[in-house]
């Protein structure tokens, strides 16, 4: 069967006349007798009840049509339970209708599915499968999609496998991925990356790789999980012209890669001895990662002791160009390939206060932020806060900003009250602010970010409390965030927009922060974030944003500083990787 489905799969990535001719599987898709007939309507169908969605395939002028039964496209809802009998009706209660749909035999399926995906159980989802098989159960996509993710799970994530150690989810995934089609239940993104799964599981990257075409094909937008099979499944296999190809067509889908897919396209490359390759991946590395966790350190330490690093690079080189691509790239690399060569001294150290290598000397640059970036950064913060918040919310805050600013500081105030506080605390935020506006050019106050719900009620009805909240509102210093808001896009956009310090301890990695999907926001958080520390012996204490970059640099003679990630750069000393030419020109 899965060679069968290999050969019908590989045949739809080409055309999609080809695919209804070849694979029977995507033509139930793309189209079906009587909905191309002219004189088709949907009430003389035989598959009333279902609804007709367009399809845009690409590379061809027409819509194609599917037959879609919406009600499966979700989880399924059982007929009695979302249309009772008219003399039932007026008398099932809304919980009553709740509970029989949370109890209805799809919904059941679903939670015990669920659970089969927490525990890596395919035995138990393979029975679970075939008994509403036989019972004539209507499956969902979702139903579908879980089946064929705990399908593609290996031996090794698996609670349960075949005593002959071979996971039997592989033999049976890509028969129900074809009865999905046969149900007529469109597949999706999850779909078709489950199924990319599957085909690495079966070691077959190349099908894998074929999945992802076929997403494009339907209309669907890849996404970076989609490619993970591929990618790491030609890397394991050493391939690494068939990983630059998955590569090269993540870039054209405008698909980010992260540290995981980076490092995997860097072992391939160092495997194949393939320096310009490594030189590259370093460069993205350092665009998009800045600091790398500590495989992909031993791995670029790995790469600068071998025999090809030695070997790769210049001997002479154009300082002037050197130096032209150093300015242009805005300080700390010039990406114009390996400079210098012979073996490599390797060291892990670490950078003083001022950014002074301690093996070398060399010291490391501040790379500068474009105005532009700040300004188009900011618009875009405007977009997604107006998005999140309400409009209405965010732009008053935005007016009275304007009319407040700029300001030198922006507190993030619910954050500086708790730092090692069981309790927020007003004391210690004042503290803040004393220190901020002590340091401060003009000696103003910074403007303090407080949640309506920390300004009334609670501590804030304490008299002191009261005191300094209306001092810092009587200059202009307070700004409460309205009930129902998120105070994050409030001080980050009022620190964005002043060009200001910000003054938080979180490490703004959620979610929320995610959102904003740019490589400037790390740079600006390195040149404007303040984090305190509070202890007995040293009481209150500011630590100030670096006065050198912490990211991959590269040095106009060829020399190579590569920093490694840490949890809490606060309490633990951050190892860097100093790799220089024994002998540089």
Request: proline share 5%; glycine share 6%.
């Amino acid at each position: 069967m899965y060679n069968r489905f290999r050969v019908m799969l590989r045949a739809t990535c080409f055309t999609p006349s080809l695919s209804r001719a070849c694979c029977p599987l995507f033509a139930l898709i793309l189209s079906t007798p009587s909905l191309h007939h002219p004189h088709h309507h949907p009430s003389s169908s035989p598959f009333r009840g279902y609804h007709y969605s367009s399809l845009h395939v690409k590379g061809t002028r027409d819509k194609r049509r599917i037959l879609v039964d919406h009600n499966r496209h979700l989880c399924t809802i059982p007929e009695a339970a979302k249309q009772p009998p008219a003399s039932t009706s007026e008398n099932l209660s809304r919980k009553a209708r709740k509970k029989a749909i949370q109890q209805s035999p799809e919904s059941m399926l679903k939670q015990k599915l669920d659970m089969c995906s927490r525990n890596g159980n395919v035995v138990e989802a393979l029975r679970l499968y075939d008994e509403a098989k036989r019972n004539g159960l209507q499956l969902s996509q979702y139903h579908y999609n879980v089946l064929l993710y705990v399908c593609s799970l290996t031996d090794g994530e698996t609670e349960s496998s075949s005593s002959s150690s071979t996971n039997p989810g592989l033999s049976r995934g890509f028969d129900i991925f074809k009865q999905m089609i046969v149900d007529k239940v469109v597949p999706n993104e999850a779909t078709f990356t489950n199924g990319a799964r599957l085909a690495v599981a079966k070691d077959d990257p190349e099908m894998a790789f074929d999945m992802v075409k076929q997403m494009k094909a339907f209309g669907i937008q890849p996404r970076l999980r989609s490619y993970g099979p591929a990618l790491f499944g030609f890397c394991r296999k050493g391939d690494a012209e068939k990983a630059y190809e998955v590569d090269a067509h993540m870039i054209e889908s405008e698909v980010v890669p992260e540290e995981p897919e980076l490092t995997a396209l860097l072992k391939v490359s160092m495997d194949t001895k393939n320096a310009e390759k490594v030189y590259e991946t370093l460069q993205r590395l350092r665009d998009l990662v800045r600091q790398v966790s500590k495989p992909t350190f031993d791995a670029i330490e790995e790469w600068f002791e071998s025999e090809a690093a030695a070997e790769a690079g210049a001997e002479k080189w154009d300082v002037k160009k050197i130096r032209d691509g150093v300015v242009s790239g805005g300080g700390g690399w010039h990406g114009q390939g390996w400079l210098g060569t012979g073996k490599w001294n390797v060291t892990r150290t670490e950078m003083d206060e001022n950014g002074v290598c301690k093996c070398c000397r060399e010291k490391l640059v501040c790379i500068d932020i474009n105005p532009v970036e700040t300004e188009n950064f900011a618009a875009s913060l405007t977009r997604l806060a107006c998005q999140k918040e309400v409009k209405a919310s965010f732009n008053q805050f935005q007016e009275w900003l304007e009319r407040h600013g700029p300001f030198d500081a922006v507190i993030d105030g619910a954050n500086m009250g708790l730092v090692n506080q069981r309790s927020f605390s007003f004391f210690q935020l004042n503290n803040v602010v004393q220190r901020f506006q002590q340091i401060s050019p003009s000696k103003r106050l910074p403007l303090v970010i407080l949640h309506r719900s920390r300004v009334v009620g609670g501590p804030a009805t304490y008299p002191k409390n009261r005191a300094l909240l209306e001092k810092w509102k009587n200059a202009g210093a307070l700004y409460a965030t309205p009930p129902g808001s998120n105070d994050d896009w409030y001080w980050l956009y009022a620190a964005v927009s002043c060009k200001c310090l910000l003054v938080t301890n979180d490490e703004m990695r959620d979610h929320l922060f995610q959102l904003l999907g740019t490589s400037f926001f790390p740079r600006w958080k390195e040149k404007h974030q303040v984090r305190i520390s509070v202890s007995r012996e040293e009481g209150l204490k500011l630590h100030m944003p670096p006065p050198y970059s912490i990211i991959i640099q590269e040095s106009e003679d060829g020399t190579w500083h590569v920093p490694m990630s840490v949890e809490d750069d606060l309490q633990t000393s951050r190892q860097w990787l100093c790799a220089r030419r024994s002998q540089t020109h």
